[in-house]
């Protein structure tokens, strides 16, 4: 608990630490472990993707769906899902002055986001 000076101030710059710590776990890319006996045979008699319940087609092939994280196999995912489904990311600088900001998110594909212009060194895509 914190009741000096700036309140607000001290209150973001917490938030904004523990977002920054949060996003660098999850910004992690753990490649998918090897599939078990039983998880390989559930994923080949899988039809349906288990997230939206369309059928894979050859324009929308079934994937295996991992955590990035953990490297754990998840689910049979349809292509499109498996891309709707990855990791979005977002620029957070901080300042000179120490002040922190969002300054652009992407698809996870590098695209949008940009630079803030400052030169401290301590831009991140988390």
């Known amino acids: 608990m914190y009741s000096g000076d700036d309140v607000m101030e001290k209150f973001f710059s917490h938030i904004f ?9 999850l910004s992690r890319n753990v ?9 390989e045979a559930k994923y080949d008699s899988t039809t349906i993707c288990v997230n939206c319940k369309r059928s894979f087609s050859d324009d929308n092939q079934k994937t ?5 994280v953990t490297g754990k196999y ?3 995912a349809c292509n499109s899902c498996k891309l709707a489904l990855k990791p979005h990311k977002c620029k957070i600088a901080t300042t000179q002055s120490n002040s922190t900001k969002v300054v652009g998110c992407n698809d996870g594909n590098g695209a949008g986001g940009g630079g803030d212009g400052d030169s401290d ?5 988390t």
């Open 31 to 39: 490649p998918m472990a090897a599939l078990t006996a039983s998880e």
């Open 17 to 25: 630490a523990e977002a920054k710590a949060i996003s660098r776990i």
């Open 74 to 76: 998840l689910f049979p």
């Open 64 to 68: 295996r769906n991992h955590n990035h």
């Open 121 to 125: 060194g301590d831009d991140e895509w």
